[in-house]
């Protein structure tokens, strides 16, 4: 009688096992490339009829699709999959239940049930989708300016699969030039790569990078700073830009000074002109006006040009140009003044407005021909 039972017993539990099945999925864990499609394996060895298949998500429960009365249902769609996820519906008949999902989307990481139910038996597999590949680089929606000398952040942030401690390399780069600003390359900031125009003025927020913030620092900005500049990131064999526009500056109180003083420069020289001009004609003894009219005429103009020279020098840095410019305005009314005794004290103003007009094209020739050495 214990006999018995036995053997019912494993008639019963074989006939039980070849009426089930079993679902089938993946290996392991996929990686998708963001934007592109992937399929979702599920299957069964043998064909099964009257079949009902529901894939959802496990974290919300969302219904990706459902297959039911032979015919799929993307009417019962969660919004976000609608048009995007599809079966193979002429593969089903043949125990194939698998999944394509296109435009994949980093949000569509996760993990996905596929169950399937027939003749009021079920099983199921799950499908992980670990990793979105996805390199995005963004910067700012708007162009960024500034006013002399001060600070300002061009923006790149970075989102990716990939951590940003496994990030390659990111470089910052102005286009109109072809000019390395920054380079950061694993792990590390290479200041040395930067161009001399930038040098000591640039730097990434070091404690934003681990966030993915690749943003750069720009100080003590100039007028020559203004263009398009580049936020270029590899990682994984993957790449990806983002441009930031620098707009005109605004004018800072460096510029005005200069403003002012190239204003102050050309009025002042029509003004002592004139005046000049006015005494001489006059018939009364005017001398000592008409000396310190002619001496105010060589010196105040240049005076105000060196000055606009000097800060204009410290505005832009160029300090070749500023030195030069500088030395020229003081040299002028030095070199006039030690001639004033080979012109008698500049009688007439013809003779005067011919040598003042030789000598500034000869001063300015050899000026010229030392800047282009």
């Not at 399937?116 to 597999?125: I, R």
């Not at 203004?226 to 707009?247: I, P």
């Not at 010196?299 to 020279?309: E, G, S, V, W």
């Not at 070199?335 to 300015?364: D, T």
Request: charge should be negative.
């Amino acid at each position: 009688m214990h006999f018995l039972h036995c053997v019912l017993i494993l008639v019963f539990i074989i006939s039980d096992d070849s009426l089930g099945f079993d679902v089938r999925g993946p290996s392991g864990p996929l990686v998708v490339p963001l934007g592109g499609s992937a399929i979702l394996p599920c299957y069964v060895e043998t064909p099964l009829e009257k079949v009902k298949v529901v894939w959802k998500r496990t974290d919300s429960e969302a219904l990706v699709h459902l297959y039911q009365d032979g015919e799929s249902r993307p009417e019962a769609q969660h919004k976000d999959y609608h048009h995007r996820a599809h079966f193979f519906t002429d593969q089903i008949q043949h125990g194939n239940f698998s999944l394509l999902l296109e435009n994949v989307r980093a949000e569509d990481e996760g993990v996905y049930r596929c169950k399937v139910y027939s003749q009021q038996l079920a099983d199921k597999t799950l499908v992980e989708i670990k990793h979105v590949e996805r390199l995005l680089v963004s910067g700012s929606d708007r162009s960024v300016s500034a006013y002399d000398g001060e600070d300002v952040t061009l923006s790149c942030s970075v989102d990716s699969h990939i951590t940003p401690e496994h990030i390659e390399e990111v470089s910052w780069i102005r286009t109109d030039g072809d000019i390395m600003v920054l380079l950061y390359q694993n792990n590390e900031t290479f200041s040395d790569s930067t161009d001399e125009q930038y040098r000591d003025r640039v730097e990434f927020f070091t404690a934003e990078i681990p966030k993915g913030n690749f943003s750069l620092r720009l100080k003590s900005v100039r007028t020559e700073d203004k263009g398009v500049y580049m936020c270029h990131v590899f990682a994984g064999g993957l790449s990806a830009n983002a441009t930031v526009v620098m707009e005109q500056l605004g004018f800072s109180s460096w510029h005005i000074a200069v403003l002012f003083f190239c204003f102050a420069a050309g009025s002042g020289a029509v003004l002592l002109l004139c005046s000049l001009i006015y005494y001489r004609s006059k018939n009364t003894d005017t001398s000592s006006i008409i000396w310190t009219l002619q001496v105010s005429l060589i010196f105040c103009p240049n005076i105000c040009m060196f000055l606009a020279f000097m800060f204009w020098g410290f505005t832009e840095g160029s300090l070749h140009e500023a030195v030069t410019c500088c030395a020229l305005y003081i040299l002028r009314p030095v070199m006039l003044m030690w001639a004033l005794h080979y012109l008698k004290y500049l009688q007439g103003i013809l003779e005067f407005k011919v040598f003042f007009f030789f000598f500034k094209r000869s001063v300015n020739a050899y000026c010229w021909q030392h800047v282009k050495a």
